[in-house]
């Protein structure tokens, strides 16, 4: 078998992450048959085939899973020691791989990585903005967000953003054409704005006053997958929305939206940052812990 090519490996990482040679194309700068003809030559160099390709899909076969597997350990590796060495000139360099909500990339992750790359400008950052939870170690991610009771139990975590909290909102003609809910079940009979995550899954909307606690799955109209578009249809009147505080706020203190239910929805947990405590953080990803730590102190 041939020397390994990092360049195919590191195509196909691309690949086997977004499930799609026109994705991985579009993440690598490259064009989709420049990709196509890396995976060709990588399997012909192999001698075994990687991709199980369809007309809109594309699946890893068991030697893809096992390339897969064995591969981005190593390579990852490969990259944390080249940054290391570039660390000896003084200035942070290399990349970070984050794999983030949608939401948390919005409401949280976007300013943070403003003050950090304005710190550090030989690092770049690729926000993967999966709202699915995924391997972050077998995908080649430095790092991934997700919300603190949903981390795997092997990870180190460190709190980021401080506690959310879930409001319910509507517009102001909302509330003068409609029974203004003084419970969460008279939701019920209320349009709502609902939700769906990536896997298919409702969002179900969540209340919690004293010792009662409700779980509901509201109804209405619209569906949306979304939080943004939810919000942006309980502007427009469409029905109430469940959404982050702080992504409301603006338009409460301007009276575009008002907010109902305020003592049913306390403050819960918040987003945490979280990697492979077995695998040392290369230096963008030590930098990036350094600078939340030093935030949570201020």
């Known amino acids: 078998m041939a020397e390994p090519d990092f360049q195919h490996l590191?195509?196909?990482?691309?690949?086997?992450?977004?499930?799609?040679?026109?994705?991985?194309?579009?993440?690598?700068?490259?064009?989709?048959?420049?990709?196509?003809?890396?995976?060709?030559?990588?399997?012909?160099?192999?001698?075994?085939t990687l991709l199980a390709r369809s007309t809109r899909s594309v699946a890893l076969t068991a030697a893809g899973q096992q390339l897969l597997t064995q591969a981005e350990p190593a390579l990852r590796s490969l990259r944390q020691s080249y940054a290391d060495l570039s660390q000896l000139g003084g200035?942070?360099?290399?990349?970070?791989?984050?794999?983030?909500?949608?939401?948390?990339?919005?409401?949280?992750?976007?300013?943070l990585v403003a003050r950090f790359l304005a710190a550090h400008p030989a690092v770049e950052v690729e926000l993967h903005t999966q709202d699915v939870m995924v391997d972050i170690v077998a995908l080649g991610f430095d790092a991934g967000v997700r919300f603190a009771e949903r981390l795997p139990l092997d990870m180190v975590a460190i709190p980021l953003g401080g506690a959310q909290r879930f409001i319910v909102v509507g517009a102001p003609a909302l509330l003068a054409r409609t029974l203004v809910p003084a419970h969460p079940r008279d939701l019920l009979q209320a349009p709502c704005v609902r939700q769906r995550f990536a896997s298919g899954a409702m969002f179900r909307w969540e209340f919690e006053c004293g010792a009662e606690q409700l779980t509901l799955d509201v109804s209405g109209p619209l569906l949306v997958d979304d939080q943004s578009v939810a919000l942006a249809a309980a502007l427009e009147g469409a029905g109430f929305a469940y959404v982050y505080e702080c992504a409301a706020r603006e338009h409460l203190l301007a009276g575009?939206?008002?907010?109902?239910?305020?003592?049913?929805?306390?403050?819960?947990?918040?987003?945490?940052?979280?990697?492979?405590?077995?695998?040392?953080?290369?230096?963008?990803?030590?930098?990036?812990?350094?600078?939340?730590?030093?935030?949570?102190?201020?």
């Open 91 to 111: 200035e942070i360099k290399g990349c970070l791989r984050l794999s983030v909500p949608r939401s948390a990339a919005r409401l949280v992750l976007a300013p």
């Open 256 to 298: 575009r939206l008002i907010q109902v239910l305020v003592d049913w929805c306390p403050a819960g947990t918040g987003f945490s940052l979280y990697y492979p405590g077995r695998s040392q953080a290369g230096p963008a990803l030590r930098a990036f812990i350094a600078m939340l730590k030093a935030q949570a102190t201020v």
């Open 10 to 48: 590191r195509i196909f990482l691309a690949v086997a992450e977004a499930r799609s040679f026109r994705a991985a194309a579009l993440n690598l700068g490259l064009s989709p048959s420049a990709v196509s003809q890396a995976m060709r030559r990588l399997e012909q160099e192999i001698g075994v």
